[in-house]
């Protein structure tokens, strides 16, 4: 359990860290990253970056040469910290950002990626250089999603907790009508047709979207309203590769769009292997039939109240929203009250609740980082909560991103 609330915790802190870094914005070419691949000797980076610190003194602005300077020493000093290189490497994002007025702040960033480095990589550049590693934060495994009537049709994926639609056809297949012009066996057969070519267009999009990346796909599920669904399959419309893929049954759903992808995910949890969105869904359907029960069975929700159960050890598993965005502060006022609270992330002028002075902060930390450290006191487990479900959603609208399944009842 440790471990895994450690892995769920650095996969957290990764994913945190790059939304910060991509959004910074420096005012010139004075945002460096460097990339530096295991096996690479630290000394070597090192005269690397003193050569380029020399010719940024070439630079025109004093004010860019100043900071891009200062940001090379501050990398030199980081690395100095480094026997070796890690074993996925070392990437560092270095430099001075603007902040309130003509202000600047000097940001660093030292990250050990979860997967390999390939190779050495030094940029200076208005904004931090994150593609290497943006594809980091994708999950590999991923299960193929296909809704299908004689409508319409939408081809999908699920990565993790995310579903995202790939394709979307309408078919424009004729509907069957009995009335005059043509005799009834023409128009049949030209409808049959149509719905040929609108299932062949679906199968080659399907080829297009999937057969590239068949080595990570763990299956695909098919599902929409009535038989059209298993006539696609079992008329071998689909690429061979593709169909040993297919996951039995098939399953029934109302809609065949975006939401039908969303219903087909719901209907399919039971094939969908050890995929996060099913853990969670999983997990918080637990949550929801504790709530409902007279007494409120074994349920927490709210911060506050969550803090009281899990300082009573009485929690079992907290869960938590990974789209919180909010701190938790410890401070002292000059009037002596000393307490905790929680801010939001940019909420910089806190005031005591007794006597309205600024306050001295002693300890700031991400809020959902507060949580891990308290699963870690109380020996409990942390699910983190994507916002990319319907129970995802709920968490944050109704529960304020903060919930739990307790051990015992506490009043």
């Excluded at 009834?184 to 999937?210: G, M, P, Q, Y």
């Excluded at 593709?242 to 065949?256: A, E, I």
């Excluded at 209907?267 to 292997?273: D, S, Y």
Aim: hydrophobic letters at 35%; one cysteine or more.
């Amino acid at each position: 359990m440790a471990n895994d609330n450690s892995a769920n915790r650095a996969r957290y802190d990764f994913k945190k860290d790059m939304e910060e870094i991509r959004n910074y914005r420096g005012r010139g070419t004075e945002l460096i990253s460097v990339y530096v691949p295991a096996g690479k000797l630290i000394s070597d980076v090192m005269a690397y970056l003193r050569n380029e610190q020399s010719q940024a003194s070439n630079i025109k602005s004093k004010t860019t040469m100043k900071n891009v300077t200062g940001a090379i020493d501050s990398i030199m000093s980081r690395l100095k910290t480094f026997n070796k290189v890690p074993e996925n490497g070392i990437v560092i994002f270095c430099g001075e950002v603007p902040r309130a007025g003509d202000q600047t702040k000097m940001v660093q960033y030292t990250i050990q990626p979860p997967e390999s480095i390939t190779a050495f990589l030094y940029r200076c550049d208005s904004e931090f250089f994150t593609e290497p590693l943006d594809t980091m934060l994708v999950d590999k495994r991923y299960y193929g999603l296909i809704t299908i009537d004689r409508k319409e049709a939408t081809i999908g994926m699920l990565a993790g907790s995310r579903i995202k639609v790939l394709k979307h056809f309408d078919s424009l297949v004729p509907s069957k009508h009995h009335q005059g012009g043509q005799s009834s066996v023409r128009f049949e057969r030209l409808i049959e047709i149509a719905a040929h070519e609108f299932f062949k267009k679906v199968a080659d999009n399907c080829t297009s979207c999937f057969l590239d990346d068949i080595l990570d796909l763990e299956g695909i599920i098919v599902g929409g309203p009535g038989m059209t669904k298993d006539f696609f399959i079992n008329e071998g419309y689909l690429h061979h590769e593709l169909l040993k893929k297919v996951v039995s049954p098939r399953f029934d759903t109302c809609y065949t769009d975006e939401s039908g992808l969303k219903e087909l995910v719901d209907a399919a949890q039971g094939a969908i292997v050890d995929m996060q969105i099913t853990n969670e869904k999983e997990i918080m359907q637990r949550l929801f039939r504790e709530i409902r029960k007279l007494d409120g069975g074994l349920s927490a929700y709210g911060e506050e109240v969550v803090r009281n159960a899990a300082a009573l050890g009485a929690v079992d598993t907290f869960l938590i929203s990974s789209e919180l965005r909010k701190r938790r502060i410890s401070c002292e006022c000059s009037c002596g009250h000393i307490f905790e609270m929680t801010v939001n992330s940019s909420d910089d002028d806190v005031r005591c609740p007794e006597c309205e002075n600024k306050v001295n902060i002693t300890d700031d930390k991400d809020l959902v980082d507060s949580f891990f450290e308290l699963s870690d006191v109380y020996n409990s487990n942390m699910q983190l909560i994507s916002g990319d479900s319907e129970e995802g959603d709920m968490l944050i609208k109704a529960f304020g991103g903060v919930a739990a399944l307790l051990r015992y009842r506490v009043e």
